[in-house]
């Protein structure tokens, strides 16, 4: 069973970037889809952002299409959300995934994942 730790989130102006990371040990995590989930005080959980190898499979939400961008690090067990040019709508509880193994396709239910971390704080002020 893959754990999952997030990290990098915290509290910026709106326009700024952001980074988050997810760190992933407990089992092999190469051939893992991974995922990015976020969810909004009183809203439900939203798909941000999926990728299963490095580059493969690359998938995002339409509110964050052309702003976010999601990397993987098979070498460190890592897994990073770049935030680009964010809005007060950005603000969120931000989740990193553990997917489908092994398997080519485009994850962007919740049901496709596992294995989630304790999730990470983003708040942009306007």
């Known amino acids: 069973q893959v754990q999952l730790v997030e990290s990098g989130g915290g509290l910026v102006q709106a326009g700024a970037s952001l980074r988050l990371s997810c760190a992933a040990s407990?089992?092999?995590?190469?051939?893992?889809?991974m995922g990015w989930f976020r969810q909004a005080p009183g809203k439900e959980r939203e798909f941000v952002a999926t990728?299963?190898?490095?580059?493969?499979?690359?998938a995002y939400g339409d509110s964050v299409k052309g702003r976010f961008t999601i990397s993987r690090d098979n070498a460190k067990n890592t897994v990073s959300l770049q935030m680009g040019r964010l809005k007060p709508e950005d603000t969120a509880v931000y989740y990193c995934?553990?997917?489908?193994?092994?398997?080519?396709?485009?994850?962007?239910?919740?049901?496709?994942?596992?294995?989630w971390g304790q999730g990470t704080q983003v708040t942009v002020s306007s």
């Open positions: 995934a553990a997917g489908p193994e092994g398997r080519t396709g485009v994850w962007r239910r919740e049901s496709d994942y596992m294995t």
């Open positions: 407990g089992r092999t995590f190469d051939d893992l889809a």
């Open positions: 990728m299963w190898r490095p580059g493969v499979n690359v």
